[in-house]
């Protein structure tokens, strides 16, 4: 599991080998899996891992992990307006350059820091169903992940050849990538923690972002909201 946690693509795919095999071209919107690593600093570290079919808990390792599985159907029902819930979401907080920007090229993603990114969680709350009442706001690690660079036509065809995925430093939205071998690119993606309290104002919309994940980079442990009963309601 060390290794695991060192690398969002290796969590990705001991994530996605928890659901069946064969789900078309997009397996993780397919199965509806988000993750994320949770981290404390001091106890130990808790890979959360959401999915809209049962997880098969036998195709880890032996020894893997100390698992536990629960139904979500009870906080689907218990959401209504006026509810007031405690939330955690580890977000990629970046915003685009639309095409007359000045901050960069086009479509390019900026990373956002600060009350920038307060901003960007409290828009996708709002949209979110969610009225928030605090937020404690915390830059997490970069997630850096391998991409084949889409401008070498050779690294596209070699990885073609072996059957693979070809995820492009373009695929990724992600533009400035540090080339550091050949034929593929190291893409940073910013990430912030978000924890807090907030009110539920529309009840479907929550469940949606709870089922689909808020934001990009959901394939690199970014997009899970979580929920828990938060205290008086507003």
């Not at 390019?108 to 969680?121: K, P």
Request: charged residues 25%; contains cysteine; proline residues 5%.
């Amino acid at each position: 599991m060390q290794r695991d946690l060192r690398n969002p693509v290796a969590l990705h795919r001991r994530a996605m080998s928890l659901v069946p095999d064969g789900l078309g071209e997009s397996p993780r919107a397919q199965a509806g899996v988000l993750f994320r690593l949770d981290t404390d600093g001091t106890g130990a570290p808790v890979l959360l891992v959401q999915s809209r079919v049962a997880p098969d808990q036998t195709r880890l390792p032996q020894g893997y992990a100390e698992v536990h599985a629960r139904e979500m159907q009870a906080l689907f029902g218990a959401l209504r307006p006026g509810l007031v819930v405690r939330y955690r979401l580890l977000g990629n907080t970046v915003r685009r350059c639309g095409p007359n920007s000045t901050a960069g090229r086009w479509k390019q993603a900026i990373a956002l820091h600060g009350e920038d990114a307060d901003r960007w969680w409290t828009e996708r709350a709002t949209a979110a169903g969610l009225a928030l009442r605090t937020i404690l706001s915390d830059s997490a690690d970069t997630l850096s992940t391998w991409h084949v660079d889409a401008r070498d036509p050779s690294a596209v065809r070699s990885k073609e050849e072996e059957g693979g995925e070809v995820p492009s430093a373009a695929a990724a939205g992600v533009v400035g990538g540090r080339r550091s071998r050949e034929g593929q690119v190291l893409v940073p993606r910013q990430a912030t923690r978000f924890e807090g309290t907030a009110v539920v104002r529309d009840a479907q919309s929550l469940r949606n972002a709870l089922l689909n994940g808020i934001g990009r980079s959901k394939s690199y442990g970014c997009g899970l909201l979580s929920l828990a009963p938060g205290g008086q309601e507003g």
